[in-house]
């Protein structure tokens, strides 16, 4: 009775497992989506700042629901609640974007919106850890060498990206460039929210794939351990 009363709660902990990730994975492009027509057009200015709450407060829900797996490894909780803490931060940032779109000029919305762009790329990059560390819990060799190597990849495009930014805002500050890099600068300066929704679609889809891939793991197994 103990043996089967054990396994139900590990199927009832997998199955939220199943549900936090099939949220995490629709919420991670709708996410982005939301913010940036937020932040760049008319079309969901009608709901002021509910379309960005709900849509980050939905990544909070999916990380709560993989909060019921495994509580006693110490490492996988520690990563879980740096997850969940940025995205909790994250919800709470989230209504700037609306806020920047209405008062661009506005010195305290523009400083909030470079802290969410931020503090969304540690969220993504703290949620990289979250599926290795889950994968490394589940017994499937192959899954779990394909999240590794996905994960690298991942840290080192959001380094890189992290990097990108440092640099173009360096540069602006500098006095004397060559024209012909002044030119590139106020090019890019028009088009920079596009240029880093662009940058941050690879490393998002490769989260996205380690999301899918780790829940159809858990599934088969789920099923295959019914059988």
Not at 57 to 71: A, M, N, P
Not at 191 to 210: N, R
Request: charge should be positive.
């Amino acid at each position: 009775m103990h043996a089967q009363a054990k396994k139900a709660q590990l199927l009832r902990a997998l199955g939220q497992v199943v549900r936090g990730l099939s949220v995490l994975f629709w919420s991670l492009p709708v996410t982005l989506l939301v913010c940036v027509k937020t932040a760049s057009s008319e079309l969901l200015t009608p709901f002021g700042i509910v379309p960005p709450l709900i849509a980050t407060g939905s990544l909070v829900y999916g990380l709560w629901q993989l909060s019921g797996f495994q509580k006693q490894e110490r490492v996988w909780s520690q990563i879980l609640d740096r997850a969940k803490l940025l995205s909790v931060a994250n919800v709470g940032l989230s209504p700037f974007v609306f806020w920047w779109h209405a008062l661009p000029q506005e010195p305290l919305y523009q400083v909030a919106l470079g802290i969410l762009m931020v503090s969304s790329l540690l969220f993504l990059f703290n949620l990289n850890q979250v599926m290795l560390r889950l994968a490394l819990m589940l017994p499937d060799e192959t899954l779990r060498l394909e999240t590794r190597f996905f994960t690298a990849l991942n840290l080192r495009l959001l380094v890189a990206l992290v990097m990108a930014a440092a640099g173009f805002l360096a540069l602006q500050q500098v006095n004397a460039l060559p024209e012909l890099l002044i030119q590139i600068l106020l090019v890019l300066e028009a088009i920079k929210h596009l240029v880093l929704v662009f940058l941050i679609l690879l490393p998002l889809a490769m989260t996205m794939t380690m999301i899918w891939k780790i829940k159809e793991a858990i599934l088969l197994s789920v099923f295959e351990g019914q059988d």
